[in-house]
């Protein structure tokens, strides 16, 4: 993985750099663990289960993590099921959980 290609997923590389105090190796090593997160896994189960309440849990989480690597593509996504889930709103969340782990994907083929 490589900055440019950070950059070209649409990362705002420079604030995600900024909170790791500058260090490049440091914050790909951040983002290397943040897309490794068990909790997208576990989204996926709480989801599939209808538990709305452990899944608003898992992804609020998440959504700290994605946002302090200022992931924002995959970010977008979170906020988006977050909300959603913050209103317990009964939708489909296939669509919306694929497309969140896409993103994800596509992060750790850089």
């Not at 898992?58 to 994605?66: D, M």
């Amino acid at each position: 993985m490589k900055m440019d290609d950070l950059r070209e997923y649409g990362a705002n590389v420079d604030e995600g750099l900024e909170r790791c105090m500058g260090m490049e190796d440091f914050y790909l090593e951040m983002i290397e663990l943040g897309i490794s997160d068990e909790r997208f896994e576990q989204l996926g189960k709480d989801l599939e289960a209808n538990n709305l309440d452990d899944a608003f849990e898992t992804v609020h989480a998440l959504k700290g993590v994605i946002g302090n690597l200022a992931l924002t593509p995959l970010y977008e996504t979170i906020c988006e099921v977050t909300e959603h889930l913050r209103s317990r709103e009964e939708i489909d969340y296939k669509p919306l959980y694929d497309k969140l782990i896409e993103q994800r994907n596509q992060l750790k083929e850089l």
